[in-house]
T-cell receptor
Framework: AQKITQTQPGMFVQEKEAVTLDCTYD???????LFWYKQPSSGEMIFLIY??????QNATEGRYSLNFQKARKSANLVISASQLGDSAMYFC????????????????FGRGTQLTVWP | NAGVTQTPKFQVLKTGQSMTLQCAQD?????MYWYRQDPGMGLRLIYY???????DKGEVPNGYNVSRLNKREFSLRLESAAPSQTSVYFC???????????????FGPGTRLLVL
């Protein structure tokens, strides 16, 4: 079973509008972290935001916020006031604290959502 | 502060050739990782090093070896390259010292490898 599922291969949003990128996850570990990364066309992986499984409040970092619904196992990224520079591939990832062996240290990545912001 | 650096940026190899990808971080992080990214897929872990002197296999270790030379440097070696190893390779590091927040991984710019 996929640990991270991103069901939107592509999303389009007009500049200055908000957009939500979906992410669902699968784990039986009570302690985990959820991360979002941005990969622009230049190829680098840029860390955006983090949410811990025990955090009481949804994470926010500037225009990025994470809509964390633990019971639904979802961790959607919300980008407010989209900018042209937000056009990129976005990856959701999870790290399990209780991992063992080959899973220890591993970030599980989804397949990504390509976001296009148009003027 | 350069963060995580990788060399080379691009490489073309012939089947059977060997090469080493270099990675260094200047953030005093304990843990370092090697991932590969293939089209239409997220990143998959090849090897990781939880601390200086230790290395462990990840999800896709076959055909690769690693060396954690010191706390700063973590290299990935392809002994006999195959076309299936054509990919983009990312090195990452994390502090990994108490609490999951410290597990945030920071990535290098990547190495694009083509094996003919």
């Amino acid at each position: 079973a996929q640990k991270i599922t991103q069901t939107q291969p592509g999303m389009f949003v007009q500049e200055k509008e908000a957009v939500t990128l979906d992410c669902t996850y699968d784990t039986s570990d009570p302690s985990y972290g959820l991360f979002w990364y941005k990969q622009p066309s230049s190829g680098e992986m840029i860390f955006l935001i983090y949410q811990g499984s025990y955090d009481q409040q949804n994470a926010t970092e500037g225009r990025y916020s994470l809509n964390f619904q633990k019971a639904r196992k979802s961790a959607n990224l919300v980008i407010s006031a989209s900018q042209l520079g937000d056009s990129a591939m976005y990856f959701c990832a999870m790290r399990e604290i209780g991992g063992r062996g080959s899973t220890l240290g591993r970030l599980y990545f989804g397949r990504g959502t390509q976001l296009t912001v148009w003027p | 502060n350069a963060g995580v650096t990788q060399t080379p940026k691009f490489q073309v190899l012939k089947t059977g050739q060997s090469m080493t990808l270099q990675c260094a971080q200047d953030m005093n992080h304990n843990s370092m990782y090697w991932y590969r990214q293939d089209p239409g897929m997220g990143l998959r872990l090849i090897y990781y090093s939880a601390s200086e002197g230790t290395t462990d296999k990840g999800e896709v270790p076959n055909g690769y070896n690693v060396s954690r030379l010191n706390k700063r440097e973590f290299s990935l070696r392809l002994e006999s390259a195959a076309p299936s190893q054509t990919s983009v390779y990312f090195c990452a590091s994390s502090a990994a010292s108490g609490g999951i927040r410290w597990e945030t991984q920071y990535f290098g710019p990547g190495t694009r490898l083509l094996v003919l």
